[in-house]
């Protein structure tokens, strides 16, 4: 019961999104300029966990001090356990990024966009945290996560082998936010019953469901527009064209939703295969061919 709720606090489709994004970050640095040092990358991407570890654990720590979010059938000297050993791996994580970062501020890696970047990271990390102990900022936590996981990973794996930023580092961003909200958006609406009854302020449960399919779907069609519009804007061709081989994927995750807010029965679990391909596949498109080209 113990290991199972320090598991829990495990969040596999946002760490799979962090890895990706930070891939095809240092993807791009291979592509337009060669990795300057295999060490910073390979801790760089370690920092990264560690800090998205630690986040989720503190959020974890912060619902089990409410004990309607305990576990069913946990008993408090449980909970207490659970609460000390989310603890002491926080603790763990956190001493290993901090000594991660001196080693980089020793070896002068942290050139002026990395060192802007970690700031970033840790006032969107703050927000992060505030947002599952602070009701009125509950709402606006997938905005801030967006952050965490989408838009400064990329970037912290580019300006750590740069200085010299690159235009195609704000294209492949740029594209990859509206689908992972729309994921996102998916997995709030699974929840939304639940979230609802026990009075859980969640962007689904703010907008109401029926808005919120709306929003998933123009989120849907919006990453394949903004996928045209960076071609359009001078992204190679040769590389973001398979990219499209996708959108049939993206109009059946339409459908589906659709069909739902006609009031059929939800296919949870295509449902969430098909908006994680629309996220993942184009992002495993475009970074592998970065690294091999």
Do not use: C
């Not at 603790?91 to 070896?107: D, P, R």
């Not at 704000?170 to 997995?187: E, F, H, K, W």
């Amino acid at each position: 019961m113990i290991l199972k709720s320090v598991m829990q606090a495990l969040k596999p489709f946002r760490l799979i999104s962090l890895v990706m994004t930070y891939l095809l970050g240092a993807g791009l640095v291979q592509y337009v300029r060669e990795m300057k040092s295999w060490s910073a990358f390979i801790q760089g991407g370690l920092f990264l966990l560690l800090i998205s570890l630690s986040l989720e654990l503190m959020r974890t720590l912060q619902r089990l001090a409410v004990p309607r979010n305990w576990p069913e059938g946990m008993s408090l000297n449980e909970v207490k356990q659970v609460r000390w050993i989310i603890a002491i791996l926080t603790a763990t994580f956190l001493t290993v990024a901090t000594a991660i970062v001196v080693t980089w501020m020793q070896t002068n890696i942290l050139w002026s966009g990395a060192g802007f970047l970690l700031v970033a990271l840790l006032i969107a990390g703050a927000f992060y945290y505030f947002a599952e102990a602070l009701k009125f900022l509950k709402p606006f936590g997938l905005l801030i996560e967006v952050l965490v996981y989408v838009v400064i990973p990329p970037a912290i794996a580019y300006f750590l082998q740069s200085d010299d930023p690159h235009r195609l580092l704000t294209m492949v961003v740029v594209a990859l936010v509206p689908s992972y909200l729309a994921n996102r958006l998916l997995s709030m609406l699974k929840r939304f019953g639940r979230d609802q009854k026990y009075g859980v302020g969640t962007l689904v449960t703010l907008v109401g469901w029926e808005n919120t399919m709306f929003f998933h779907n123009a989120l849907i069609l919006l990453t394949y527009l903004l996928y045209a519009l960076v071609a359009v804007l001078g992204f190679p061709w040769f590389l973001i064209w398979p990219v499209f081989l996708t959108l049939p994927i993206g109009l059946t995750q339409i459908w589906l939703m659709e069909r739902v807010k006609r009031g059929m029965k939800p296919l949870w679990r295509v449902m969430q295969v098909a908006a994680a391909s629309v996220l993942f596949i184009p992002a495993y498109m475009l970074g592998f061919a970065f690294w091999i080209r």
